[in-house]
């Protein structure tokens, strides 16, 4: 009786939440059941339930084929971008912060946090306009004022690890920055008070009360970033280095890897066990780091 | 703002040097950000003679309102993609909003007995995804997608993180008593989350809705994925298929009827039309952030700082 009663309560519970459950069901589960793809010899002909199973097989060629050069630019890159833009972005929201002018500091803050809010295919078309072969401003500028040869930006391999690196940090500092700053502004004035009183400098406040005030956010940030460690952001790694094949060893990260199989280059097969094998290492990791997230802030962690 | 007055009043602030070096350092910064954009303006007002014979300047050496007009004579691609993305963002966020939030307000019911699995299933979908193929294949083979106006809208229109923004903001700052105090009143639940909650819940709703807008006005993935049809291009998507080759800029002519002698192929715009294009993107984006940006950042401090 008192379950009946329960459901009844709980039906307009299930009411509201049915519309995006639904949603739910049918991008995100839908998929997850799908991934079995990847254990199948896919073909169009056939399709989902007609193609043949095939075991481990795409597996087996993903990995002695192209598994470890994806995987290890994928995870070198978010490496660089994790650490790098950790320091960049503390950086900036304690400069924000210690600058005499208001006024000045919102300024700031203002443009650096705009190229958070452009899409990739427009920072795409920017840096055209800087390396264009022949109309980019870099070489116009090496060939006039510096007497140096051009560079063929978009063929040559050696400059897109320090390019990628910098573009990434470019758009999210800014907006990394504002989370920060919104950290060291939630700081109790009484620390920075009774530290002034104590004579300290403003070094030594930085050391003692800025500086471990900020650790566990960067922290959880970070670990929260190493759980997504195997992805990339498309955007970036697909539409600036414009899918230039020559730069694949550089630029081709798991989930372009996976994209570009989609449209056609590279076999489904591998390219449906990237995805699987992205999804599950995925898993783990994020599992693990929000674990461990946990112990330390139980608020922040996902779950 | 009394923190901001303990570390940088007149007892307190740094040296007159660091503060130099700081506005240095953050001034340039800001520079960066903003001489691409300025990159593009320039190339976009400059003549294509001048681009073929000079290249890309930062300011125009011979100056030409030619690829503007170019776009807005013949431009009804770029028309056509502005309301594409125009109606997709606002139908999607609109959408996300009030979805993500009904099921958020379910989920932060203490009353309701399921609360706990809803959120498992709301958080799992953060930690595993089933990948981009099989995500298509669902899109595409279960569901015919293909070329429909759905498929730049639904897939963005439910997401975890949404949730859990709303569902944080509804448990710390909607208290237990205003909820009771409607039901005792006779409200239904539906009622209470209409009427009540969500006009309680603006800045949230505001902060969802700009970061749902971005997602979905910056989108190309979704257009690449699904669409073929010029006519549903969304703006980004646009803006992507021509990036590369001359023919796709003269279709964007070709679409109106307009051709072109050969003579005057070499005359046609295109590097500075391309850019004009980039401009005309982002120009909603750049005039609307000034109003906007208060909100954006403290919707960031809400959001990010607690979770």
Redesign the interface.
């Known amino acids: 009786m008192l379950f009946f009663k329960r459901l009844k309560r709980d039906v307009p519970f299930v009411v509201l939440l049915s519309p995006a459950l639904v949603l739910m069901t049918v991008f995100s589960y839908l998929p997850m059941f799908a991934g079995i793809v990847a254990f199948k010899d896919f073909n169009y002909l056939d399709g989902f339930f007609g193609s043949p199973w095939a075991g481990w097989d795409n597996f087996k060629y993903l990995f002695q084929m192209d598994a470890y050069y994806i995987t290890r630019n994928t995870v070198l890159y978010n490496v660089a971008f994790i650490f790098l833009g950790l320091v960049v972005s503390v950086a900036l929201a304690i400069m924000l912060h210690e600058l005499i002018s208001k006024r000045f500091a919102k300024l700031y803050q203002s443009v650096l946090f705009f190229p958070a809010l452009i899409s990739w295919v427009i920072v795409s078309y920017i840096v055209y306009a800087f390396l264009s072969i022949d109309k980019g401003i870099v070489n116009n500028a090496l060939t006039g004022w510096f007497g140096v040869e051009a560079v063929e930006w978009y063929s040559e391999t050696v400059y897109w690890p320090y390019l990628i690196v910098f573009i990434s940090i470019w758009k999210s500092a800014g907006y990394n920055a504002v989370i920060y700053l919104a950290t060291i502004v939630s700081i109790d004035p009484e620390y920075y008070e009774s530290a002034v009183l104590d004579g300290a400098s403003k070094w030594k406040q930085f050391q003692y009360i800025t500086l471990p005030m900020l650790t566990p956010v960067m922290i959880i940030l970070t670990l929260l970033a190493i759980g997504k460690i195997f992805y990339a952001d498309t955007g970036l790694f697909y539409q600036v280095p414009r899918n230039s094949g020559v730069l694949y060893p550089v630029t081709n990260v798991i989930d372009t890897y996976i994209l570009n199989g989609l449209k056609g280059q590279g076999q489904i097969g591998m390219t449906a066990a990237a995805g699987l094998y992205q999804s599950f290492v995925g898993l783990v990791l994020v599992v693990v780091t929000n674990l461990i997230v946990r112990r330390r802030s139980k608020e922040n962690a996902l779950f | 703002m009394?923190?901001?007055?303990?570390?940088?009043n007149r007892?307190?602030?740094?040296?007159k040097l660091?503060?130099l070096s700081?506005?240095l350092?953050?001034?340039f910064?800001?520079i960066?950000?903003?001489l691409?954009?300025l990159?593009?303006l320039s190339?976009s007002l400059t003549d294509e003679r001048a681009?073929?014979l000079?290249?890309?300047?930062?300011w125009p050496e011979t100056f030409s309102l030619e690829s503007y007009r170019y776009i807005f004579a013949y431009g009804y691609s770029v028309a056509n993609a502005y309301a594409v993305s125009i109606f997709v963002t606002l139908a999607g966020t609109a959408l996300c909003v009030l979805?993500?939030a009904?099921?958020a307000?379910?989920?932060s019911?203490n009353?309701?007995?399921?609360r706990r699995a809803?959120t498992?299933?709301?958080?799992f979908?953060?930690?595993?995804?089933?990948?981009?193929?099989?995500?298509?294949?669902?899109?595409t083979?279960?569901?015919d997608l293909h070329n429909q106006i759905y498929a730049l809208i639904?897939?963005y229109?439910?997401n975890?993180f949404n949730?859990?923004v709303f569902r944080t903001y509804f448990l710390t700052n909607i208290h237990e008593s205003v909820i009771e105090a409607a039901k005792m009143d006779g409200a239904?639940?539906?009622r209470i989350?209409f009427n009540i909650v969500l006009r309680m819940s603006l800045p949230v709703v505001a902060t969802v809705g700009l970061l749902s807008s971005?997602t979905y006005?910056?989108?190309?993935?979704l257009a690449?994925?699904f669409i073929d049809d010029p006519g549903l291009y969304p703006l980004?998507?646009l803006?992507?298929r021509i990036?590369?080759s001359v023919t796709a800029i003269q279709s964007v002519a070709g679409s109106a009827g307009a051709s072109y002698a050969q003579a005057e192929l070499d005359k046609l715009p295109v590097?500075s039309a391309?850019?004009a294009m980039?401009i005309v993107?982002?120009g909603p984006?750049a005039l609307a952030?000034?109003f906007f940006?208060r909100f954006?950042?403290q919707g960031?401090?809400l959001g990010?700082?607690?979770?």
């Open positions: 009394r923190s901001a007055s303990a570390t940088t007892l307190n602030s740094i040296s660091s503060n700081f506005h350092i953050l001034g910064l800001s960066l950000c903003l691409p954009m990159l593009i190339v681009l073929n000079n290249g890309f300047q930062f979805l993500s009904m099921y307000y379910s989920i019911r009353s309701f007995g399921a809803f498992f299933i709301a958080v979908t953060l930690l595993y995804n089933g990948g981009l193929i099989s995500f298509y294949i669902v899109c083979r279960l569901f639904l897939p229109a439910v975890a949730i859990i239904s639940e539906y989350f971005i006005w910056n989108d190309w993935m690449m994925l980004q998507y803006l992507m990036e590369n590097e391309r850019m980039v993107a982002i984006i952030y000034p940006q954006f950042i960031l401090n990010a700082v607690k979770g």
